[in-house]
Nanobody, 119 residues
Framework: VQVVESGGGSVQPGGSLRLSCEAS????????MSWYRQPPGKGRELVAN????????NYADSVKGRFTISRDNSKNTVYLQMNSLNPEDTAVYFC?????????????WGQGTQVTVSS
């Protein structure tokens, strides 16, 4: 069971990147999927999440209008389209899967992918 992020890299300010998070060993269809990030020397923060239905998503104020989270349950994958990137977006980006039914919550974290925005 794992989630694996990809798509990170280095980009100039104003550029775009698309992150992917592919899950294996379980189906994301019932999971709330989220992207978090951890800037250098700072704590981890929520960037965006999307509920299992796919029709409800939330964004941090700092990324609203620039980032878009989406999911393709048939591919067991979640995406984060990042546009108009600025140096403050530099961070390690983590994928998080969360499910809470009647019993204890189930959650998985990826290892993270580095995004660096610099001229």
């Amino acid at each position: 069971v794992q989630v694996v992020e990809s798509g990170g890299g280095s980009v100039q300010p104003g550029g775009s990147l698309r992150l992917s998070c592919e899950a294996s060993g379980f189906s994301i269809s019932t999971f709330r999927m989220s992207w978090y990030r951890q800037p250098p020397g700072k704590g981890r923060e929520l960037v965006a999440n999307i509920f299992s239905s796919g029709d409800t998503s939330n964004y941090a104020d700092s990324v609203k209008g620039r980032f878009t989270i989406s999911r393709d349950n048939s591919k067991n994958t979640v995406y984060l389209q990042m546009n108009s990137l600025n140096p403050e977006d530099t961070a390690v980006y983590f994928c998080h899967a969360y499910y809470k039914g009647w019993g204890p919550a189930t959650e998985y974290w990826g290892q993270g992918t580095q995004v660096t925005v610099s001229s």
